[in-house]
């Protein structure tokens, strides 16, 4: 089988980051706006990098026991680092996604019961719902010249969202509204906090930073008065009727504290779980079938076993763990294009790593972007090969080196959820269609909030 290299930024050359600065200022410009477009060659070899910045220091370890320190064994010795709050906060506040300590204890306490295994069950057939929605929609672009597939994933993972989080569809002017706006805020807010965690005076991302005002703003209008009418609902004693996980975040009780979510800390949780839940998966989607569509072998053998495994009949919960061919394509794009780039921590003590004195205060970044393409690690890192993940040799780089939900006890708490909804669509889709390139088409990866293409991803779509 032939396998490829897909589009990724070409490695830096070593240049320091002053001299970047002063000699080529376009790359810096480009660097605030791209996380991994700023790595060189080395990162993808070195066991510990370090990026120096006027005010803080960035390290990104790849070596799988320094990453399994942070993440996991010493975990509460590199809380999440600013950062990742400077550059959401306007849209998710102090959401679990951000907070530390207590409050993020009691957060996830509060949150775990609608991410169990059987709630997962649960939210199956509304996930089913909101797959058939798309097909509806991709019949009209099948035969056209060009889909946008990236707008019809983000459109398609929202809905599965909007549906398991409220009971409700999203309607495609909301649809429209939202991927907009979150573009928009993804590349604001990322270049506004990155500028502040360099220590560059506020005015240099200033207009950033009213563009992310604005556009959360936009998004939260969507979501809010939703959240707002469940709630007022729930404490006026109203019977509840709705079996979905805004149900149980509006009702659930802390087992320790004995508090529910007050309205601000509500409706901070639902955006972050909108964002969190629908923008990752979308991404994912979106660059797995732009590389079945380069890999034309792959996708017939997913079509293959589709039809084996389902015949004409819709998808049961039990087929998930049958449809291998497609959740290895989803695995191998989340190690080629894993939607969180990187993942911020900082060290509230001095500590050593590999002989070096890590100040207290340092940004310690885990990257599974670099670590997924690490040349140490995996063979052919940059190659698309599904088939490697049934390869007894990748065990150990499966076990230590392929971390796209992160690991410990910040471990993605969508992560069951996702794999069931991207097989869900995955299978669906490639029964039904065939995804072929445009002639021309390159999709450009960027590393922001999370790893998108600049250009979006435009297939040719044609039916089955
Ligand atoms: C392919 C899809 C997804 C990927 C690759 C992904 C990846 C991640 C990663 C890497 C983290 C850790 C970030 C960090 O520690 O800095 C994370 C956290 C999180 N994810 Fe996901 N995610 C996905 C889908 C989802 C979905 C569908 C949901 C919910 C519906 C979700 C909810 C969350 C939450 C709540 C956290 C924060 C957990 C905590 O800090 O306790 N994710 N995700």
Known sequence: MSHFVPPYPKPMTKRSWVFQMLLRPWKFLQWRTCSIRSLSNRAYDMHLGEIRLPLTTIVIPTQPDIVKRVLVDEAEKFPKSRMMADML?????????????????????????????????????????????????????????????????????????FRTIFSRSFEAEEAMLIYRAFNEFQEAAYAHGLARTAGLPNWVSYFQYRTSRRTAKEIRAVLDPIVKARYDSFHAGEPQTHNDILQSLVSVKDEVTGTHFDLRELCEQVAMLFLAGHETSAASLSWTLYLISMDQDIQERMFTEAEEVLGAREPQFSDIRKLKVSRNAF????????????????????????????????????????????????????????????????????????????????????????????????????????????????????????????????????KR
């Not at 199956?124 to 597939?149: H, S, T, V, Y």
């Not at 063979?379 to 410990?408: H, I």
Request: glycine share 4%; with cysteine; aromatic share 8%.
């Open 89 to 161: 906060e306007m849209l998710l506040g102090d959401s679990i996604f951000v907070s530390n300590g207590d409050v993020w204890k009691r957060q996830r306490r509060m949150m775990n019961p609608a991410f169990e295994q059987a709630r997962i069950k649960v939210v199956f057939d509304l996930m089913l719902d909101a797959a058939n929605a798309l097909f509806e929609r991709m019949d009209k672009l099948a035969g056209q010249p060009e889909a946008a597939i990236d707008a019809e994933m983000t459109h398609v993972t929202a809905d599965i969202i």
């Open 331 to 462: 695995d191998e794009t989340l190690r080629l294009y894993p939607p969180v780039a990187f993942m911020p921590r900082v060290a509230e003590h001095q500590c050593t790593m590999r002989d070096k004195t890590v100040e207290a205060g340092t940004i310690v970044s885990i990257s599974p972007w670099v670590i997924h393409r690490h040349r140490r690690y995996w063979a052919r890192p940059d190659e698309f090969d599904p088939d490697r993940f049934d390869d007894p040799a990748t065990t150990e780089a499966q076990r230590n080196c392929y971390l796209p939900f992160s690991k410990g006890q910040r471990v993605c708490l969508g992560a069951a959820f996702a794999q069931q909804e991207a097989v869900i669509i995955l299978s669906g889709l490639v029964r039904r269609y065939r995804f072929d390139q445009v002639p021309g088409f390159e999709p450009k990866p960027t590393g922001r909030l999370t790893v998108r293409s600049t250009n979006g991803i435009k297939l040719k779509v044609t």
